[in-house]
Protein backbone atom coordinates (compact mmCIF):
# COMPACT_ATOMS: atom_id res chain seq x y z
CA UNK A 1 0.00 0.00 0.00
CA UNK A 2 2.21 2.90 -1.35
CA UNK A 3 0.61 6.06 0.29
CA UNK A 4 3.40 8.51 -1.68
CA UNK A 5 3.80 7.70 -4.86
CA UNK A 6 6.35 9.10 -7.87
CA UNK A 7 4.99 7.90 -11.18
CA UNK A 8 7.97 8.63 -12.80
CA UNK A 9 11.30 7.05 -11.96
CA UNK A 10 13.66 9.22 -14.10
CA UNK A 11 13.73 12.75 -15.49
CA UNK A 12 16.45 13.86 -18.06
CA UNK A 13 16.55 17.94 -19.05
CA UNK A 14 18.65 20.14 -20.65
CA UNK A 15 21.23 22.36 -18.00
CA UNK A 16 19.29 26.40 -17.62
CA UNK A 17 15.70 24.89 -18.51
CA UNK A 18 12.70 24.03 -15.45
CA UNK A 19 12.85 20.09 -14.10
CA UNK A 20 9.30 19.24 -12.70
CA UNK A 21 9.39 16.37 -10.41
CA UNK A 22 5.77 15.02 -9.60
CA UNK A 23 4.28 13.49 -6.56
CA UNK A 24 0.87 11.64 -5.58
CA UNK A 25 -0.60 10.80 -2.09
CA UNK A 26 -3.85 9.14 -1.05
CA UNK A 27 -4.08 9.83 2.41
CA UNK A 28 -6.18 12.92 2.98
CA UNK A 29 -4.53 12.86 6.58
CA UNK A 30 -1.08 13.75 5.54
CA UNK A 31 -0.55 17.26 6.40
CA UNK A 32 3.34 18.06 5.85
CA UNK A 33 5.26 17.62 2.67
CA UNK A 34 8.84 17.37 2.20
CA UNK A 35 11.49 16.59 -1.11
CA UNK A 36 14.60 14.92 -0.12
CA UNK A 37 17.75 14.89 -2.46
CA UNK A 38 20.08 11.80 -2.19
CA UNK A 39 23.34 11.73 -4.41
CA UNK A 40 24.92 7.93 -4.90
CA UNK A 41 26.69 6.71 -0.95
CA UNK A 42 24.65 9.48 0.26
CA UNK A 43 22.46 9.65 2.85
CA UNK A 44 19.26 11.62 1.84
CA UNK A 45 19.53 15.53 2.43
CA UNK A 46 16.44 17.75 3.01
CA UNK A 47 15.61 20.42 0.18
CA UNK A 48 12.46 21.75 0.89
CA UNK A 49 9.21 21.29 2.57
CA UNK A 50 5.37 22.46 2.37
CA UNK A 51 2.53 22.60 5.24
CA UNK A 52 -1.04 22.12 3.52
CA UNK A 53 -2.10 25.53 4.89
CA UNK A 54 0.05 26.57 1.89
CA UNK A 55 -0.11 25.86 -1.78
CA UNK A 56 3.33 27.15 -2.32
CA UNK A 57 6.59 27.54 -1.24
CA UNK A 58 9.61 28.66 -2.31
CA UNK A 59 13.43 28.98 -1.73
CA UNK A 60 16.11 30.06 -4.34
CA UNK A 61 15.88 27.99 -7.59
CA UNK A 62 13.46 25.23 -5.79
CA UNK A 63 9.82 25.99 -5.82
CA UNK A 64 7.43 23.02 -4.20
CA UNK A 65 3.23 23.37 -5.36
CA UNK A 66 0.61 21.61 -3.36
CA UNK A 67 -2.45 20.86 -4.76
CA UNK A 68 -4.52 19.44 -1.62
CA UNK A 69 -7.78 18.78 -3.82
CA UNK A 70 -5.65 16.87 -6.49
CA UNK A 71 -3.70 14.99 -4.04
CA UNK A 72 -0.43 16.00 -5.77
CA UNK A 73 2.57 17.95 -5.24
CA UNK A 74 5.14 18.98 -7.98
CA UNK A 75 9.38 20.42 -6.93
CA UNK A 76 9.86 23.15 -9.92
CA UNK A 77 13.78 23.80 -10.33
CA UNK A 78 14.39 26.43 -12.39
CA UNK A 79 16.95 26.96 -13.74
CA UNK A 80 18.64 23.19 -13.73
CA UNK A 81 22.26 22.88 -12.78
CA UNK A 82 24.60 19.52 -13.70
CA UNK A 83 24.97 19.65 -9.90
CA UNK A 84 21.24 18.44 -9.33
CA UNK A 85 21.53 15.67 -10.54
CA UNK A 86 20.03 13.12 -8.04
CA UNK A 87 17.34 11.27 -6.81
CA UNK A 88 14.52 13.45 -5.00
CA UNK A 89 12.38 11.71 -2.80
CA UNK A 90 8.87 12.46 -2.13
CA UNK A 91 7.68 12.39 1.56
CA UNK A 92 4.12 13.18 3.74
CA UNK A 93 3.66 12.77 7.23
CA UNK A 94 0.25 12.95 8.99
CA UNK A 95 0.92 12.24 12.44
CA UNK A 96 3.70 12.86 15.00
CA UNK A 97 5.91 9.83 13.57
CA UNK A 98 4.62 8.74 10.68
CA UNK A 99 6.68 9.71 7.60
CA UNK A 100 5.86 8.09 4.19
CA UNK A 101 8.48 8.02 0.86
CA UNK A 102 7.66 7.67 -2.61
CA UNK A 103 10.33 5.58 -4.59
CA UNK A 104 11.96 8.51 -6.21
CA UNK A 105 12.61 9.77 -9.59
CA UNK A 106 16.27 10.26 -10.64
CA UNK A 107 17.26 13.72 -12.60
CA UNK A 108 19.92 13.94 -14.53
CA UNK A 109 20.42 17.43 -15.46
CA UNK A 110 22.82 17.77 -19.09
CA UNK A 111 24.87 20.35 -19.26
CA UNK B 1 30.65 17.97 13.27
CA UNK B 2 30.16 14.75 11.83
CA UNK B 3 26.15 14.67 12.01
CA UNK B 4 24.99 11.27 11.87
CA UNK B 5 27.46 8.18 10.93
CA UNK B 6 26.15 4.58 10.40
CA UNK B 7 28.67 1.36 10.79
CA UNK B 8 29.60 -0.39 9.04
CA UNK B 9 29.05 0.86 5.52
CA UNK B 10 28.84 -2.89 3.80
CA UNK B 11 28.40 -6.19 5.04
CA UNK B 12 27.39 -9.36 3.91
CA UNK B 13 25.86 -12.10 5.99
CA UNK B 14 24.67 -15.88 5.94
CA UNK B 15 21.09 -16.40 6.48
CA UNK B 16 20.62 -17.12 9.81
CA UNK B 17 23.53 -14.84 11.52
CA UNK B 18 23.04 -11.80 13.42
CA UNK B 19 24.65 -8.38 13.70
CA UNK B 20 24.44 -5.27 14.77
CA UNK B 21 24.03 -1.92 12.79
CA UNK B 22 25.54 1.19 14.83
CA UNK B 23 24.18 4.77 14.19
CA UNK B 24 25.85 7.81 16.11
CA UNK B 25 24.70 11.19 16.34
CA UNK B 26 26.38 14.70 17.45
CA UNK B 27 23.31 16.99 16.92
CA UNK B 28 21.83 15.64 20.60
CA UNK B 29 18.46 15.13 18.99
CA UNK B 30 15.97 13.56 21.04
CA UNK B 31 14.47 11.16 18.01
CA UNK B 32 16.56 8.97 16.11
CA UNK B 33 14.99 6.47 12.84
CA UNK B 34 16.20 3.31 11.40
CA UNK B 35 14.70 3.12 7.85
CA UNK B 36 15.62 0.52 4.55
CA UNK B 37 15.35 1.20 1.23
CA UNK B 38 14.74 -1.53 -1.39
CA UNK B 39 14.34 -1.38 -5.59
CA UNK B 40 11.48 0.84 -6.64
CA UNK B 41 10.45 1.82 -3.30
CA UNK B 42 10.53 4.70 -0.80
CA UNK B 43 12.41 4.51 2.49
CA UNK B 44 9.94 2.30 4.76
CA UNK B 45 10.30 3.48 8.55
CA UNK B 46 11.60 0.21 11.16
CA UNK B 47 11.99 1.70 14.16
CA UNK B 48 11.87 4.93 15.82
CA UNK B 49 13.25 6.39 19.29
CA UNK B 50 11.62 9.87 20.73
CA UNK B 51 14.48 9.71 24.02
CA UNK B 52 17.21 7.85 25.23
CA UNK B 53 15.58 4.56 26.67
CA UNK B 54 12.51 4.49 24.59
CA UNK B 55 11.89 2.61 21.21
CA UNK B 56 8.79 1.90 19.10
CA UNK B 57 7.51 0.16 16.07
CA UNK B 58 7.30 1.73 12.91
CA UNK B 59 5.93 0.80 9.71
CA UNK B 60 8.06 -2.89 9.10
CA UNK B 61 9.50 -4.06 12.27
CA UNK B 62 9.00 -8.12 12.08
CA UNK B 63 12.75 -9.16 12.25
CA UNK B 64 14.42 -6.19 13.46
CA UNK B 65 15.18 -5.06 17.33
CA UNK B 66 16.58 -2.07 18.39
CA UNK B 67 18.28 -0.06 21.25
CA UNK B 68 18.89 3.21 22.61
CA UNK B 69 20.28 3.49 25.73
CA UNK B 70 22.75 6.80 24.86
CA UNK B 71 20.75 9.41 23.30
CA UNK B 72 23.40 9.71 20.87
CA UNK B 73 23.32 6.22 19.80
CA UNK B 74 20.28 3.98 17.98
CA UNK B 75 21.53 0.11 17.18
CA UNK B 76 19.68 -1.72 14.79
CA UNK B 77 19.75 -5.30 15.18
CA UNK B 78 18.78 -8.82 12.87
CA UNK B 79 19.11 -11.71 15.24
CA UNK B 80 18.61 -13.97 12.61
CA UNK B 81 19.02 -12.43 8.92
CA UNK B 82 16.99 -13.88 6.21
CA UNK B 83 17.99 -12.79 2.28
CA UNK B 84 14.48 -10.53 2.65
CA UNK B 85 16.30 -8.46 4.63
CA UNK B 86 18.86 -7.46 2.09
CA UNK B 87 18.47 -4.31 1.50
CA UNK B 88 20.41 -0.11 2.37
CA UNK B 89 19.86 0.90 6.04
CA UNK B 90 19.76 4.33 6.68
CA UNK B 91 19.54 5.60 10.46
CA UNK B 92 18.11 9.61 10.42
CA UNK B 93 18.00 11.98 13.77
CA UNK B 94 15.37 14.92 14.17
CA UNK B 95 15.29 17.42 16.87
CA UNK B 96 11.40 17.37 17.10
CA UNK B 97 9.04 14.31 15.88
CA UNK B 98 8.32 13.81 12.40
CA UNK B 99 6.66 16.18 10.50
CA UNK B 100 7.66 18.82 12.75
CA UNK B 101 10.90 18.44 11.68
CA UNK B 102 13.16 17.39 8.85
CA UNK B 103 15.26 14.74 9.26
CA UNK B 104 19.38 14.11 8.67
CA UNK B 105 20.34 11.04 7.51
CA UNK B 106 23.38 9.31 7.79
CA UNK B 107 25.17 7.69 4.82
CA UNK B 108 23.73 4.36 4.61
CA UNK B 109 24.70 0.58 5.44
CA UNK B 110 24.27 -1.74 2.17
CA UNK B 111 23.70 -5.50 4.02
CA UNK B 112 23.38 -8.56 1.30
CA UNK B 113 21.91 -11.46 3.03
CA UNK B 114 23.06 -14.98 1.16
Known amino acids: DQQVKQNSPSLSVQEGRISILNCDYTNSMFDYFLWYKKYPAEGPTFLIS?????DKNEDGRFTVFLNKSAKHLSLHIVPSQPGDSAVYFC??????????FGAGTRLTVKP | NAGVTQTPKFRVLKTGQSMTLLCAQD?????MYWYRQDPGMGLRLIHY???????AKGEVPDGYNVSRLKKQNFLLGLESAAPSQTSVYFC?????????????FGPGTRLLVL
Open chain 1, 91 to 100: AASGGYNDMR
Open chain 2, 27 to 31: MNHEY
Open chain 1, 50 to 54: ISSIK
Open chain 2, 49 to 55: SVGEGTT
Open chain 2, 92 to 104: ASSPAGLGQETQY
